[in-house]
């Protein structure tokens, strides 16, 4: 293994190469790997790129042009955006974080939060969530027990529309 450690043009260009000596995905994973060791793009990111050449995608200047690398972003970050509007779409997050839509996706998994009629809320509700909610159902409970709701009803009978109103003709 060298001392040379690749960029991501490199590695676009070694990977073009063996795309066309007709070598599969896995081959020329096998071979970088062999040459510049196992931490510079994994087997996925390479059968991606053998895609993209298989679509004619050639085009080195489009393609990870941050060495291959995301951009790391703490889960604080990604939080106070919440904070900030929950609720923005997991491409709107990424927009402000400067990353991959997939990372965002991954991260709101790990931190516990889900889309909810579309707000970002935890999936399990903290302590204090829970007896808000409990608060709340027996404040409902006793104010049922104390005035029931029947008498607010209307039943539909109308007779007081012909004896109560004036204003109705008799026949």
Known sequence: MSAYEPNSRHLWEVLSFCFNMKKSAAEAHRMRSNTYGEATISEKTCREWFQLFQNGDFDVEDQHDDGGRE?????????????????????????????????????????????????????????????????ACEQLLSRQRRKGFLHRIVTGNEKWVHYDNPNHRKS
Request: proline share 3%; glycine share 6%.
């Open 71 to 135: 951009k790391v972003f703490e889960n604080a970050e990604l939080e106070a955006l919440l904070d900030q509007d929950s609720c923005q779409t997991q491409q709107e997050l990424a927009g402000s974080l400067g990353v991959a839509q997939q990372a965002i996706s991954k991260r709101l998994k790990i931190v516990g939060m889900i889309q909810k009629q579309g707000y970002w809320v935890p999936y399990e509700l903290k302590p204090r969530d829970v007896e808000r909610h409990l608060f």
